[in-house]
């Protein structure tokens, strides 16, 4: 069965360090979704890829962070520089191009702690 | 702005209870209603999707309901075992089609 992949699994970084994410949705899937999860809460919407195109990032802090689908392909999620309150589980996500379900598969995620 | 809310947040329950999470939602013009489940620093398992046009979604010991009107919605689960402790979220996908979630239902199944 098809699965959206994500690297690292887990990420321990120095405050006011660089870090990336990477995500490889599952094959065909035209659009990507980069989540936030902070412990205890459900997850957020950072960015919404439709193809290599940024659909919906109002809610990335984009003094700080940044995302890339290149290809259209896989993605990136970048943090520079990472602050106490980036440690979270950054979730990525993806749905195929269909429309109707519109269901979302999700990756295992990358556990992000700043130090 | 969509706002989801799930009640209880916690639940302890021995097993083979039948049990029921409940989620709502403030905006009733959703285009269908997600519920996943997580397991402890894991990642996010869809286990059933309601369409807006439909009333009700079931897979196995698993039933969720819709009623859009009243922004409601519920995930019943039967016969509860101990691999079921998890927390399960519930999510409201908009025209935006980006999933707004609540903070869950922290589920546990004692033996």
């Known amino acids: 069965e098809a699965e959206v992949a994500q690297s690292p699994r887990y990420k321990i970084t120095e405050k006011s360090q660089a870090v990336a994410f990477w995500c490889d949705p599952i094959s065909g899937h035209a659009t990507l979704y980069w989540y936030r999860q902070i412990l205890g809460q459900g997850p957020e919407l950072l960015v919404q890829f439709q193809d290599e195109s940024v659909v919906d990032d109002s809610q990335l802090p984009k003094d700080r962070f940044s995302a890339e689908r290149l290809k259209g392909v896989d993605s990136t999620l970048k943090i520079q520089p990472a602050e106490l309150g980036d440690s979270a589980m950054y979730l990525c996500?993806?749905?195929?191009?269909?429309?109707?379900?519109?269901?979302?598969?999700f990756g295992p995620g990358t556990r992000l702690t700043v130090t | 702005k969509q706002e989801v809310t799930q009640i209880p947040a916690a639940l302890s329950v021995p097993e083979g209870e039948n049990l029921v999470l409940n989620c709502s939602f403030t905006?009733?013009?959703?285009?269908?209603l997600q519920w996943f489940r997580q397991d402890p620093g894991k990642g996010l398992t869809s286990l059933l999707l309601?369409?807006?046009?439909?009333r009700e979604q079931t897979s196995g010991r698993l039933n969720a309901s819709l009623d859009k009107s009243s922004g409601r919605s519920t995930l019943y689960i039967a016969a509860s075992q101990p691999g079921d402790s998890a927390t399960y979220l519930c999510?409201?996908?908009?025209?935006?089609?980006?999933?707004?979630f609540g903070k869950g239902t922290k589920l546990t199944v004692n033996p």
């Open positions: 309601i369409q807006s046009s439909q």
């Open positions: 999510a409201a996908q908009g025209g935006s089609e980006k999933l707004v």
């Open positions: 996500a993806s749905s195929p191009r269909t429309s109707g379900r519109n269901e979302q598969y």
């Open positions: 905006d009733s013009a959703i285009y269908n």
